[in-house]
Each structure stands twice: as C-alpha cells, then as structure tokens.
C-alpha cells in the first residue's frame, strides 16, 4: 500500500484525463479549479514527472498520464460498480428518486409527507440536480424529468402535461394588463431562466406564438440554477 500514490490526487487525475479540463474536471467533483491544480501537482510529485503539458489553451495528457490512466481506469471502474451494489443492497428497502428542485419541492416532498402521515414506512429518497446531466440516473430507482420521454432506453410514463402562463404581482399585472405582447416583450421586467440545455419553455417561444413581429426578446432580470441537494423522506 506504501507504493500508491495519494488516492484523492488519483481521483482528481481521472476526472482531468477523462474530461479533457481541468476546469470540467473541477465542476465534476464540486471543488474549485485551484484544488484540481494542486492535487495533480501533488501526484506529480509522487511520481516524479509531469502529467499534463499546456499547448496554447489546450491542457494534454503526457505519455505517463496515458500509461498511468491506463492501468488505473479499470480499477476505479470496479469500485464503482462494486461499491453501487453495495449501496443498492443496503438500500433495498428504500427507493430512490432524482428529480428537479422545484419538482421536488413543490410536488413530490408533499405527497410523500401525506404517505407518511398516512402511516406508510416505505422509506424515499430524493436527491435533485438542475440539470438532466447531473442527475445520477445510474444510481436512482426512478426519476422524475420534463421532456419527451426519451432517455437512453429507459422506460417512461407521462405524469403530467406542462401547462405555462406568465405571472407576476397584483400590482404589476394591473399596470400591464392592457399592454399588447410586443410591448410587454420589449418594456416589461421579465425574468428569463438561465439553462443552455433549453429544455424549459421561455420568453422566446412565447414571443414566437404571441409577437412574431419583436426580432429579439430584451434581456433583464436572470434566474440562475440552484446547487444539487439530497433529502431523505422517511
């Protein structure tokens, strides 16, 4: 065991070599860039020889990164599955569901809170991500997601249809209520929803069916996506 070198800057290691970033590297285990930067200059100091070379903004892997990768890829791997079966089996009397914040917050959490009261023990757990690329689709019994109900092969059922209206305060409403859509688009404090996957429903595809004639929907107030949490339900 004295010959292995430090097991987190291993982990960190793979992350940067599979993900080609250190950047991309560091959003994947929710640490900071400089964390990253500093666990692989702690291996290469292990090892005695450099990793990763910089070529303009290019970061690439050194011939010992390939031939360290290599040898460790697999046996990261089998932990992995190893430990997933062990999880899955220590939780076998409990489910498990990914889904959004606010699905979970507004939708599911109640329901399951009347279970309980209900006097049901099946036991839940909730973990949510904003994003459908974070979500531990692997690790999770079922998973709550909008979309067209195509995922990789898994087996869906719709639960719902999206219904979406513009809201805002008393107040606001009254003043703009007889505003025509093309004036709302262009004067009006909207609040657009940051998401580069563009999945939700925004104020384009409103303007698209209500003002065609407005070429560019003005950008004013931004909501930005909450951190991934995990909550368990009795």
């Not at 292990?46 to 303009?56: H, S």
């Not at 914040?101 to 009347?114: D, E, K, N, V």
């Not at 939700?200 to 070429?215: G, K, V, Y």
């Amino acid at each position: 065991m004295s010959d292995l070198p430090p097991l987190k800057a291993v982990r960190a290691f793979e992350a940067c070599y599979r993900l080609g970033s250190f950047g991309r590297a560091a959003r994947s285990l929710n640490v900071g860039q400089p964390a990253i930067s500093h666990q692989i200059r702690l291996l290469e100091t292990d090892l005695g020889t450099r990793l990763f070379q910089k070529r303009g903004s290019q970061t690439l892997p050194t011939a010992a990164a390939h031939q360290l990768y290599a040898a460790i890829a697999p046996a990261l791997d089998t932990i992995g599955r190893a430990s997933q079966a062990i999880r899955r089996r220590v939780r076998s009397r409990a489910v498990t569901v990914a889904t959004y914040p606010g699905i979970a917050a507004y939708w599911l959490l109640p329901r399951l809170a009347r279970l309980s009261e209900a006097g049901d023990r099946l036991a839940v757990r909730v973990t949510t991500a904003e994003r459908d690329a974070d979500m531990p689709l692997d690790e999770v019994d079922c998973a709550i997601l909008f979309g067209h109900g195509d995922w990789g092969g898994r087996r869906s059922i719709a639960l719902m249809a999206e219904s979406v209206v513009p809201v805002a305060s008393p107040a606001l409403a009254r003043r703009l209520k007889s505003w025509p859509p093309a004036r709302l688009l262009a004067e009006a404090p909207l609040i657009h929803l940051e998401d580069p996957e563009r999945r939700w429903f925004d104020w384009s595809d409103w303007r698209d069916r209500f003002a065609p004639e407005i070429a560019e929907v003005p950008r004013t107030t931004t909501g930005s996506p909450t951190t991934a949490r995990t909550s368990t339900v009795p």
